[in-house]
Nanobody
């Protein structure tokens, strides 16, 4: 059973940065596909990796720590959402519990 635990969310002012981390257990990390999604109130869940226009969001993997981090810079109020870690492993999909990111204007 793959377990995903997100951390690092919180409240930040517009223009600030946050780094989210997803700790992965229960799988062979190198064989696990990890992605970040987000869901804003009243909107559908969307893939964060597709939002890296301008380099504001960067995803990185640490194979030694079994973590996947999401570095978010130049945050905007419209980035406010619950951010989820998602994994695909062994033909199954797994979601983390989510972490709230709130960007104030």
């Amino acid at each position: 059973q793959v377990q995903l635990v997100e951390s690092g969310g919180g409240l930040v002012q517009a223009g600030g940065s946050l780094r989210l981390s997803c700790a992965v257990s229960g799988s062979t990390f190198s064989s696990t596909v990890i992605e970040w999604y987000r869901q804003a109130p009243g909107k559908e869940r969307e893939l964060v990796a597709g939002l890296s226009r301008g380099g504001r969001f960067t995803i990185s993997r640490d194979n030694a720590k079994n973590t996947v981090d999401l570095q978010m810079n130049s945050l905007k109020p419209e980035d406010t959402a619950v951010y989820y870690c998602f994994a695909r492993y062994g033909g199954y999909a797994y979601w983390g519990q989510g972490t709230q990111v709130t960007v104030s204007s």
